[in-house]
């Protein structure tokens, strides 16, 4: 079992930044897939960032070239700074990694809450 603890969340003015933060823990041998997910209410999930093992990093449409992903391999732990946040990111922010220990895993974190008022 891998669990997946965030942090970083929490509430800010437009135009500010935030930077989340989510660690992997059990047995992990490697990982495929780092990425963030959102959800605002009363509206579908949706795909922030993804960070494959190799190539491209994908981003949603809405934050691109505001938000950054990046990961600490050795510590499988993945970021996501936000900058130039705006009301319309507010949401519950999860994490999602895939990859292979006991088996395959696809874990997801409990999510964070990021609330930008206006």
């Known amino acids: 079992q891998v669990q997946l603890v965030e942090s970083g969340g929490g509430l800010v003015q437009a135009g500010g930044s935030l930077r989340l933060s989510c660690a992997a823990s059990?047995?992990?041998?490697?990982?495929?897939?780092m990425g963030w997910y959102r959800q605002a209410p009363g509206k579908q999930r949706e795909l922030v960032a993804q960070?494959?093992?190799?190539?491209?990093?994908n981003y949603g449409d809405s934050v691109k070239g505001r938000f950054t992903i990046s990961r600490n391999s050795a510590k499988n732990t993945v970021f996501l700074q936000m900058n130039s946040l705006k009301p319309e990111d507010t949401g519950v922010y999860s994490c999602?990694?895939?990859?292979?220990?006991?088996?395959?895993?696809?874990?997801w974190g409990q999510g964070t809450q990021v609330t930008v008022s206006s």
């Open positions: 960070m494959p093992g190799s190539g491209r990093i």
């Open positions: 059990g047995i992990i041998h490697s990982i495929n897939v």
């Open positions: 999602n990694v895939q990859g292979y220990g006991r088996g395959s895993f696809d874990s």
